[in-house]
């Protein structure tokens, strides 16, 4: 990461703007991205494993985040996520930290427990 950056991993907006090859949403659409921006195009993304595609991006970490005042998501049908109505996005903000935690920490979890009893955890 080069400085200066603007920093900002966890996110939720409208989309303001739509590139030509975007045919799933539109303008004003209320969205949010996973931690991992997959290109949507590879074995890894098609197989729902976008964290480890080869072609990634991380909004705040490679690429300008949520504290910019827009934020370009590339591969947008595959990446956006749209948001419930009754959703605001200080929730959905919070949502997404949660969730990404408790998939980091289960994962942990399982890989702890996979050593302690191999036969049991699969
Ligand atoms: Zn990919």
Redesign the pocket.
């Known amino acids: 990461m080069s400085l200066p950056h603007v920093p900002g991993h966890e996110f939720a907006g409208e989309i303001a703007e739509i590139g030509s090859q975007v045919s799933r949403f539109a303008l004003g659409e209320r969205v949010t991205v996973p931690f991992v921006v997959?290109?949507?195009?590879?074995?890894?993304?098609?197989s729902g494993q976008?964290q480890v595609?080869?072609?990634?991006t991380q909004p705040g970490f490679t690429q300008a985040g949520s504290f910019a005042e827009q934020v370009a998501i590339g591969?947008a049908d595959f990446n956006l996520v749209r948001l419930p109505d009754e959703l605001d996005y200080v929730t959905q903000d919070m949502v997404i930290a949660i969730q990404r935690d408790e998939q980091k920490h289960r994962r942990l979890f399982e890989g702890f427990l996979r050593e302690l009893c191999p036969d049991e955890v699969r």
């Open positions: 997959g290109c949507g195009r590879c074995e890894w993304c098609r976008a595609c080869p072609d990634q591969a």
